[in-house]
C-alpha cells in the first residue's frame, strides 16, 4: 500500500522534476522528507491535508529545526505542501524570520492561501512579504 505521506511529498517532488532547471534528486540522510536536489539545493518538505482555501499550518520540532540549522549548505529549503491546493518554498532564512530555528520547542508556521491571491506565510516571529501562487518551483531552483 503507498503511504500517505508519499503522495504529498511526490506533489512537491513532481513539480519540481518537470522543471527545466531540474537534472537531479537524491535522499539526503535518514530523515524523511530531506532531499537533495541538483546536487546543491536541501528540501526539508512538510505538509498538511486540510481542505482549501484557508490556512494550512505546519510545526518544526525542534529536531526538525536543528537538522534545518545543521545543514552547512547555503541552498536549504522548507517546502510547504497545502493540501492538494498549492506548494511553496522558503528559504532557511526566510524561515529563520518566521520561527526561532535556535529554539528547541516546536514552532509554527502558517500559510494562508485563500483562493486567486498571493500567499501568506507568517509564524511567531513575523510575516514574509506576499509569495506568488506559481512561485514554486522556480523560487527553490534558480
Known amino acids: 500500500m503507498i503511504d500517505h505521506k508519499d503522495f504529498m511529498h511526490g506533489a512537491a517532488l513532481v513539480a519540481i522534476a518537470d522543471s527545466e532547471a531540474f537534472t537531479a534528486l537524491n535522499r539526503a540522510g535518514v530523515k524523511y ?16 491535508d486540510g481542505k482549501g482555501p484557508g490556512d494550512y499550518f505546519f510545526t518544526f520540532s525542534g529536531e526538525d529545526k536543528k537538522k534545518i540549522t545543521a545543514e552547512v549548505s547555503p541552498l536549504v529549503f522548507a517546502i510547504l ?5 498549492v506548494v511553496t518554498g522558503i528559504t532557511r532564512e526566510e524561515l529563520s524570520q518566521l520561527i526561532a530555528l535556535t529554539n ?18 507568517s509564524g511567531s516571529n513575523g510575516q514574509l512579504p506576499l509569495i506568488s501562487r506559481r512561485s514554486f518551483p522556480d523560487r527553490i531552483l534558480k
Open 33 to 48: 522528507g530531506h532531499y537533495v536536489v541538483n546536487h546543491d539545493r536541501h528540501l526539508f518538505i512538510k505538509y498538511n
Open 81 to 85: 505542501v497545502c493540501g492538494n491546493e
Open 104 to 121: 528547541v520547542a516546536a514552532s509554527t508556521v502558517k500559510v494562508s492561501a485563500q483562493q486567486g491571491r498571493q500567499l501568506r506565510i
